[in-house]
């Protein structure tokens, strides 16, 4: 058992050796040794190999690399970039363009595939060449993309919400459920953000864009379906009771080959390209998470969990007041630090302390992952704003993280949103799970 | 000085057993009269899997644990034996089974994971949970039911039945859309769980009594002194009478809540809790004798060959049955 | 990182096959699954246990493709404060990212092997309807624990060497992902093969 210091001290360790450049995982397990070592027994050091087993033979987590692997199979299949396109043919009415479809392409996109990063590259790589002859401000464009690529882990389904339901045993059918209704909301407000940008600074998206012909416009919608039929896979054998979470991203994938195969995509060398994919970004994810659930197991028997739920109470915060410090600690969190790290290290303190305050643990799964969202597009570490600039080959990163600015705002409101009006997340879980 | 005593409990979710349990440990050094440290965890709060619970011990990581009797059959066997599906329908016929069988499992225990037990209890009977009229066995022909255990699956195709596997916690929102008609679980964690919501009707045929143990290893035994180890032994034995006392009042109590009887004070469901029929006591009986017990047998004598025959002369004498 | 480190480069050929392995197989359990979903709706029976392989895929996967991740240098590392560092000092903590992320892996390795040894002691069966003999998935955890430890020990040790005869060329192979690096990976394919048509709207 250790105090609210001896944690403080941990957590400082923890951070030092990962700002040395030690790898996320060997910082995590370093510091569980060193507790474990110090405060408990050899025999628990030991314990890794069962510890490791145990928190990865999961079937939850497999959706993991089920979802992306869809997501490599839909980006490779060309099916994001037609769906671009034909969503342009209709969004290019608004005030802003071309703008809104980078939006809207990347709120569908997200609703098939759990990760920002695949988003972001694949509305770039469309939308960044349309817009060199375009009279848009360059910044605006490229805050756009970034900012729709942050709904991927919001919209469902998303990893981040997986890996959150895993660590904390909450029904990860629920998280979706209640992540709709502010991804939708997170989607109208970046909207209004441009219609705002636009009505403050006319000139920045001057851009009047020309309408095909109705036919070819009503032709290319076909387009919007495989995304759309995907989601409805999704979401529909969860909530017919086809199928659970896992079950349905494995349909999903399944689903996915036809769709290349029409669009001419399919083929060993393309799947290939795809499962190697899938076993880097898996790796990567797994080998964290699951040293992050050694690391939990350490500061469980150390007694961090209750020691901070006692300082809490003894201070005498209120859930309110405990949300807001929450606010400040993740926004200052996610400068330096990318969405897994943020939620593994993170979610074993702050969950008990957030339990013992009374908050819904299912509106907290939203919370923090609006939190790690808001980290993707904070500069300078965020790996949206660099893929973007990859793509864009020309000008500065600087260009990215001012364009990010209006649209960080609107995360901040959407927050506070979030907060003031949490039935935002909780409503439609009560209304599919009673 | 203090002794350190590293203990792992039950399940959070079972909020009831995790506050026996706490007070238990809380008041085990005034109770034994020792200087203990005793350091107390849920397994699910710090990522320990209820499977792992033999090796834990053995390897010294802890030094006591709840332990989900069916759940480390994984590493032994025998030990499903005690509570074997059907075999014992009743806590009555629960408790002479486990105490046929006590000594034997202890002996196993000691030999093998180098640990011992210190209480033995049921988590409480194991009905079934439907969303069909289901009120006898004989209904569950052609329905979908959520088994977890090789035993249990053997018995559901007995029935008639299409025995489907889910983790626990997919089981509510597979019954509520129909993914599976019934699921087998004590009353309590049907209740608990608020399965009244997505289900209609009970049958309240128990197919096992859900035998959970604390056991503790014996590198933690020999810390103690004879005088000290008796005095922990009253202690647990009490514990144990506690906990089957519980699993009787809360099993009433949890049913007649599920049934929305006048008698629950707490929330209530409408279900319909069927009364057995008869005939089902003979059905099940036979369903033991020609499919539950040879499963057994191929899976634990494979492990020990003496297995069957001790079960026989064990629980299986105090049930009446015998492997052939 | 493959192309320049000529340890990575001998590695590589191996580790990729395992992971494409490893990928077919995910894509088959994902078929499993379907077969599983339609039989139990349709025709009412239930293959039972396909939650269970899944279970046991997620970690033999995982285990499968960390030497991989490894190899592209895909292991997360927070390089904000390192890109700062003077050379000199920022060789001396790449080497040593190198070699406790190796005794990392060499000691999930051996207790690794600790669990499949005792489930090989104990005769573990799953108490589940497959009844999976527990030597299976863990032993081919194992073999992606092993494959990860030794791949992660030869660079360790060739780190270490460098670190005493050319630190520089620490700093080139065994430095964080650059962010060139880092884009390559997570969309590589996507930037490779630029979009499908040239978007006029
Ligand atoms: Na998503
Ligand atoms: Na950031």
């Known amino acids: 058992m250790i105090g609210v210091g001896e944690a403080a001290i941990g957590f400082g360790i923890l951070v030092a050796l990962l700002f040395l450049g030690l790898h996320v995982a060997t910082a995590m397990f ?52 037609r769906l671009y396109r034909s969503l342009a043919d209709w969004l290019n009415i608004l005030p802003g363009g071309l703008l809104h479809t980078n939006i809207a392409a990347s709120a569908i996109f997200s609703a098939v595939s759990g990760s920002s990063v695949a988003t972001a590259a694949t509305v770039a790589t469309v939308a960044l060449p349309s817009f060199r002859t375009r009279k848009y401000d360059e910044r605006l464009v490229l805050g756009s993309i970034a900012a729709g690529a942050s709904l991927g882990n919001l919209i469902p389904p998303g990893i981040a919400l997986i890996v959150y339901g895993a660590m904390t045993n909450t029904s990860v059918g629920q998280l979706y459920a209640a992540a709709v209704v502010p991804g939708i909301v997170m989607t109208v407000l970046f909207m209004a953000t441009i219609i705002l940008m636009g009505l403050l600074k006319p000139d920045w998206i001057r851009q009047q864009e020309a309408q095909d012909r109705l036919a070819v416009r009503l032709r290319r919608l076909v387009d919007i379906l495989p995304p759309l039929v995907i989601f409805a896979i999704i979401m529909g054998s969860i909530y017919s009771g086809w199928a659970t979470v896992t079950e349905s991203a494995a349909l999903a994938c ?6 290349a195969a029409l669009y001419g995509r399919l083929s060993i060398a393309m799947l290939h390209d795809c499962f190697i994919a899938t076993a880097t970004l898996t790796a990567m994810s797994l080998l964290i998470l699951a040293v992050a659930f050694y690391l939990n197991f350490v500061l469980g028997l150390l007694g961090v969990t209750p020691a901070l739920g006692a300082f809490v109470t003894g201070i005498g915060a209120t859930p309110l007041g405990l949300i807001l410090a929450l606010t400040v600690f993740y926004l200052l969190l996610g400068i330096f630090f990318e969405t897994l790290p943020m939620l593994v290290g993170t979610v074993p303190v702050v969950f008990p302390v957030i339990m013992a305050a009374g908050i819904d643990p299912v509106w907290f799964g939203v919370f923090i992952v609006l939190m790690c969202e ?12 660099y893929v973007i600039q990859a793509v864009r080959k020309e000008g500065t990163i600087a260009q990215v993280f001012e364009g990010t600015i209006p649209f960080f705002l609107a995360m901040v409101v959407m927050t506070a949103l979030l907060i003031a009006f949490p039935q935002m997340a909780t409503w439609l879980p009560k209304l599919t799970y009673g | 000085q203090q002794i350190p005593l590293r203990a792992v409990g039950h399940f959070s979710q079972n909020t009831k057993q995790i506050e026996i349990e706490r007070a238990f440990y809380g008041r085990l050094p005034q109770a034994t009269g020792m200087n203990l440290a005793v350091s ?28 989900l009797v069916g759940q480390v059959a994984r590493d032994e066997p025998f030990f499903d034996g005690l509570d074997l599906i ?11 089974a486990v ?64 025995p489907v596997t889910l983790q626990f916690s997919e089981v509510y929102p597979s019954l509520q859309r129909g993914l599976v008609t019934c699921g087998i679980t004590s009353a309590v964690s049907a209740y608990a769980g608020n399965w009244g919501e997505v289900t209609t009707h009970v049958l309240p045929l128990s197919v096992a009594g859900g035998i959970q143990g604390h056991f503790m290893s014996n590198a933690a035994w020999r810390r103690f002194t004879p005088e000290q180890q008796a005095k922990l032994t009253a202690a647990f034995r009490e514990l144990e009478t506690e906990l089957w006392t519980f699993a009787r009042v809360s099993d009433a109590q949890s049913l007649a809540c599920l049934a929305g009887k006048p008698d629950c004070t707490e929330r209530k469901f409408t279900n319909t809790v069927s009364a057995v029929p008869p005939e089902d006591d003979a059905r099940v009986r036979e369903a033991v004798s020609s499919v539950v017990l040879p499963t057994f047998r191929d899976s634990c004598n494979r492990v020990w060959a003496d297995c069957a025959a001790v079960w026989n002369r064990t629980v299986g004498a105090a049930r009446g049955y015998t492997i052939p | 990182m493959t192309r320049d480190n000529p340890v990575a480069r001998r590695l590589e050929p191996a580790v990729r096959l395992v992971a494409i392995i490893g990928g077919w197989w995910l894509l088959g359990l994902a078929f499993l699954t379907c077969v599983e979903i339609l039989c139990r709706k349709l025709l009412n029976v239930s293959l039972q246990g396909v939650d269970e392989i899944g279970a046991y895929t997620l970690a033999v996967f995982s285990t499968l493709s960390f030497a991989y991740a490894l190899l592209v240098k895909s292991h997360t590392r927070v390089d904000f404060l390192l890109a700062h560092l003077p050379g000199p000092l920022r060789a001396l903590l790449n080497a040593t990212a190198y070699v406790l992320l190796a005794a990392l892996a060499v000691f999930a390795a051996w207790r690794g092997w600790w669990v499949l040894e005792e489930s090989i002691e104990f005769q573990s069966h799953a108490n589940s309807p497959l009844g999976t003999p527990m030597w299976l998935p863990q032993g081919l955890w194992l073999v992606g624990l092993v494959a990860f430890a030794i791949s992660a020990t030869a660079l360790a040790l060739h780190a270490a060497w460098l670190m005493l005869t050319d630190w520089r060329r620490v700093n080139r192979l065994y430095g964080p992902m650059t962010i060139e690096d880092e884009v390559e990976t997570e969309a590589g394919a996507i930037l490779a093969r630029g979009p499908v048509e040239e978007f006029r709207a």
């Open chain 2, 40 to 67: 107390f965890n849920p397994m699910d709060q710090i990522g320990v899997q209820a499977a792992d619970a033999l090796r834990h011990l053995r390897s010294g990581a802890f030094d006591v644990m709840a332990v």
């Open chain 2, 99 to 162: 105490e046929a069988g006590r000594e034997a499992f202890d002996k196993r225990l000691q030999e093998r994971f180098n640990a011992r037990v210190m209480a033995l209890w049921p988590f409480g009977p194991q009905y079934f949970f439907c969303n069909s009229p289901v009120r006898s066995v004989a209904d569950l022909r052609g329905l979908k039911v959520r088994s977890y255990t090789p035993s249990m699956t053997a018995l559901v195709q007995h029935f008639g039945a299409i």
């Open chain 1, 254 to 259: 399944v689903a996915a080959l036809p769709i």
């Open chain 2, 86 to 96: 059907g075999v014992s329908t009743n806590v009555e016929d629960l408790q002479k």
């Open chain 1, 374 to 385: 808001i980290s993707l597009i904070s500069p300078p570490v965020g790996m949206t704003l």
């Open chain 1, 30 to 81: 370093l510091t569980a040794v060193l507790g474990a070592s110090i405060y408990l027994s050899p025999a628990l050091v030991d314990s890794l190999g069962t510890q490791l087993w145990a928190s990865m033979e999961d079937y939850v987590l497999l959706s993991i690399p089920l979802y992306i692997l869809l997501g490599e199979i839909l980006v490779r299949s060309g099916s994001t970039d």
